[in-house]
C-alpha cells in the first residue's frame, strides 16, 4: 500500500512539474521563436511553450488587466519596466537581444539613397508599425523624423497594429515599409535581397532598439517559466538570436 502511495505522489510531482507555460512575445520575435522553442525543449522535454504575439505596447495593456501570461518578452525596455514599478512583474528588465530596423518591399528599388527614397513619388505608400504601442514604428518615425522627412512623407504612412502586421502590408498594401531586420531571416523571406528589396537603417537615426525580458507575478512560484527565462538569457539562446539578424549583449 505504501508503495502505491508512493507512486502515486511521484506521478503526481511529475505532472506539476510537466506542464505548460504562457509566454507574451513581441511580434519581432516571432521569427525566432519556433528555433528558440525547440533548442529550450532539448533540455525541457516535458514543458509546453504557449506563445502569445503581439506588439509590446498591446500585450501590456493585456497583462495589466490580467492576461494570464507568465514571460514576457518585450520589444523594449519601457514596457517591462513599467510592469515592474507597478509590481505586476517580479524581475527587473533585462536586455536579451538589441533589435535593428530594416526597410523592405516587394519590388527592386534603388536604395542607394538610403531612408531618402521614401521621398519619392513611386513610394505612395510607406507601413510603419503603430508608433504608440511598437518600439519598431517609433525607431521608425523617429529615423525619418532626424532625417527630416516626416512633413514630406506623414501623409503616405499605413500603420500596421505590429510589426508582423507592417511586414504583410509592406509586401502587399504598401510601396516600402519599416520592418524588425529578424523578419528577413525567416524562411519565407529567402526571395528578398538585400540592397535590392531590403536594406538596414543606418543606426544613427534611432535610438538602440534594447529588448527586455521580465518574469511576471503569475510565475512567482513556477519553476518550469524560470527555466525559460534563464534559457533566453543564456549562450545557447544567444546563438538563435545572432542567427536571426539580432545583436545580443
Known sequence: MLKKVVLVLLFLASSVMAGSINIAVAA??????????SKFNESNPDTKVQVTLGSSGKLTAQIKNGAPYQVFLSANMKFPQALYDAN???TKPIIYAQGSLAMLSDKKIDFTQGIDVITQDSVAKIAIANPQTAPYGKAALEAITK??????????????????????????????????????????????KQNEHWVEVDATLYTPIDQGIVILKNATENQEAKAFYDFILSESAKVIFRKFGYMVP
Open 147 to 192: 532625417k527630416g522627412l516626416l512633413e514630406r512623407t506623414e501623409k503616405k504612412f499605413v500603420y500596421a497594429e505590429s510589426i508582423t502586421q507592417t511586414v504583410a502590408y509592406a509586401l502587399t498594401a504598401a510601396d516600402i515599409g519599416f520592418i524588425a531586420k529578424s523578419s528577413l531571416y525567416s524562411s519565407k523571406m529567402q526571395q528578398y
Open 28 to 37: 519581432n520575435v516571432s521569427y525566432a521563436m519556433d528555433a528558440l522553442i
Open 88 to 90: 505586476i512583474a517580479i
